[in-house]
């Protein structure tokens, strides 16, 4: 019998000294509304979970940890080559705290803080993430939260002092429960509400290829 072997976790690159901040992108949906896998669909022309994970990794977090669900195996071919951590969320048809839980379960003890991210997120930037990233990695605040209008949403940022909170909650939303108990300690950027557009039928992704044209 053959011993499968697994790849090694990416080395570490150069990033800048403080709280060492990990990613979680959440890739695990199925996509119903849309009719096929929405991730796997071309966005700059590039598969947009591979735009989106891009965007994490360049703006510093470390390491990144992707959750896979509904065609894992495709998303996951479609990662290849970037330096990132695969989990799998089996029960993806149920509430988003599912794939929260597995990314945290994913991360090692040297992780003192996550950015939260959904794959579908194409209009947030890498220089939005990296504020984030930059906001838990050099201050004290127990979180970092993305502020549309008056919508709280992802990317969020948490330290590890809140994720027994995010792991005893379930539902939808990247833990949004925890975020509003703790907004008034939050580090709160504020992002055009356009930025949170989402891409869930074919009519939206339409309206974004015929803009990005």
């Not at 060492?20 to 509304?33: C, F, M, N, Y």
């Not at 945290?104 to 990233?133: P, S, Y």
């Not at 970092?144 to 939303?173: I, K, M, N, Q, T």
Request: glycine letters at 8%; proline letters at 8%; hydrophobic letters at 45%.
């Amino acid at each position: 019998m053959v011993t499968p072997t697994h790849p090694p976790a990416p080395a570490r690159p150069d990033v800048p000294t403080g709280t060492h901040v990990a990613g979680i992108v959440l890739a695990a949906g199925a996509s119903t509304r849309m009719g096929t896998n929405k991730l796997l669909l071309p966005v700059d022309g590039v598969p947009m979970v591979r735009r989106t994970v891009q965007r994490v990794v360049d703006a510093g977090a470390w390491p990144v940890v992707v959750v896979t669900g509904h065609e894992a195996a495709s998303v996951r071919n479609a990662l290849t080559g970037l330096p990132v951590i695969f989990t799998e969320n089996d029960a993806f048809t149920g509430p988003t705290s599912g794939s929260l839980h597995a990314g945290l379960r994913k991360l090692g003890n040297d992780v003192e803080a996550t950015v939260v991210m959904l794959a579908d997120m194409v209009h947030v930037t890498t220089a939005m993430i990296a504020e984030l990233v930059g906001a838990v990695r050099t201050g004290d605040a127990p979180l970092a939260v993305s502020r549309y209008g008056d919508v709280l949403a992802p990317p969020l940022a948490f330290r590890r002092a809140l994720w027994p909170e995010l792991l005893a909650w379930h539902g939808e939303g990247c833990g949004k429960k925890v975020v509003l108990a703790h907004q008034e300690h939050a580090i709160v950027h504020d992002w055009p509400a356009a930025a949170l557009r989402d891409i869930d039928t074919p009519d939206d992704y339409a309206s974004l290829t015929t803009a990005a044209g």
